[in-house]
């Protein structure tokens, strides 16, 4: 959602927000009809179920996001507290269901495993202590393996199927469940989800990642809609999601999550006078920090001058890719002997080396 909304911590608030509202309400309810239940296992299967289909119904719409940015632009208004109750209203239409029944599943968990009521508490700790470790590991696996190597939307797509299959295998598991239903309906739940997940487009690349949550922006929107620039770059990393475009002007503009951070128009004055001014002002400079790829103009600007090494940080190892297109451009910055490439965090880096330099 950051992609489409936004990374201000406004934004990350409201997702935040609606997923614990989520968890917190789902919890709740259940809590009270726990002990309704005669068959908690048919329920905790039924659940993961709607997870899954609840989430899978919301991948469509992750593309229209842009235009519905656009919609409140342009028939509301564009004052700070209308756009964040617009952004507000988004992430609770996409989240809402599936975290009001992911924090349903909690009481069930909790009833099924504790086989005594002076084992609640020990129940309790187990279940809250494998759903840590389970937040932990699912984190770890959708940030840094399975976006980077199948991108968003297939993420999305594998974290639905797995909750229909742990739901269909829960299910199975019930005594007494109707033998139709396990042969038959269960199966046919998963093949309907596999064929409708296959008939789902891929999301526009040019259209997500127009930065429509900036209002400023939003004529990029128009460009992508309308197909006119060319995608020469696309990675969903684990920091950032990283695009490269070409205009029909013959602008080339980088873009870290939908915000453009380089490009060859207004940004040349800044990214030149960024490498050029601070080694004007150096009487001798030998060594060099450059913090931030982008377009690698700055870089470039830099080695245009008699040092002696330069070391480049950048987080992402996807804006260095995407910024090997304005090599026409930058003097070829990445292929310069005197460079040493470090990818981190800037910050980190000049808080934990001990290396002095002469211009950062």
Not at 3 to 14: C, E
Not at 280 to 291: A, G, Q
Not at 314 to 339: K, M, Y
Request: aromatic letters at 10%; charged letters at 10%.
């Amino acid at each position: 959602l950051s992609l489409l909304l936004g990374s201000s911590i406004y934004a990350f608030s409201l997702i935040l927000t609606t997923f614990i509202l989520g968890l917190a309400l789902g919890t709740m309810i259940f809590a009270q009809k726990v002990n309704q239940f005669k068959s908690p296992l048919r329920v905790l299967g039924i659940l993961q179920i709607g997870i899954g289909i609840s989430a899978l119904m919301t991948i469509p719409h992750f593309g229209n996001i842009p235009f519905i940015n656009r919609w409140v632009y342009q028939n509301w208004n564009m004052d700070f507290v209308t756009i964040q109750w617009s952004v507000f209203l988004i992430i609770f239409s996409f989240l809402f269901i599936p975290t009001f029944l992911m924090g349903a599943q909690f009481p069930l968990v909790i009833r099924l495993v504790t086989r005594s009521f002076n084992m609640l508490g020990h129940s309790v700790g187990k279940v809250y202590a494998s759903n840590t470790t389970g937040t932990i590991i699912g984190s770890f696996l959708a940030g840094f393996i399975l976006i980077p190597s199948v991108g968003i939307q297939n993420t999305i797509f594998f974290a639905v199927g797995l909750n229909i299959l742990i739901g269909v295998a829960l299910l199975m598991l019930v005594p007494g469940l109707n033998l139709n239903i396990k042969i038959y309906l269960l199966p046919a739940i998963i093949v309907v989800c596999v064929l409708w997940g296959r008939s789902m487009e891929s999301w526009d690349k040019s259209v997500i990642s127009s930065g429509s949550y900036m209002p400023y922006r939003i004529g990029d929107l128009s460009e992508a809609e309308a197909k006119t620039n060319k995608i020469l770059f696309y990675k969903e990393g684990v920091h950032t999601t990283v695009t490269t475009e070409l205009s029909v002007s013959g602008n080339i503009f980088l873009r870290v999550n939908g915000k453009t951070d380089a490009s060859l128009a207004m940004d040349m004055r800044t990214q030149l006078l960024s490498g050029y001014l601070p080694m004007l002002l150096h009487n001798d400079p030998k060594s060099t920090l450059v913090i931030g790829q982008g377009s690698g103009i700055t870089l470039g600007a830099v080695e245009q001058f008699p040092v002696k090494s330069v070391d480049l940080v950048e987080i992402s190892s996807a804006v260095i890719e995407g910024s090997r297109f304005f090599e026409p451009f930058n003097h070829s910055a990445l292929d310069d002997n005197r460079l040493k490439l470090i990818v981190v965090d800037g910050r980190n880096h000049i808080a934990l080396v001990d290396q002095k330099y002469d211009v950062i």
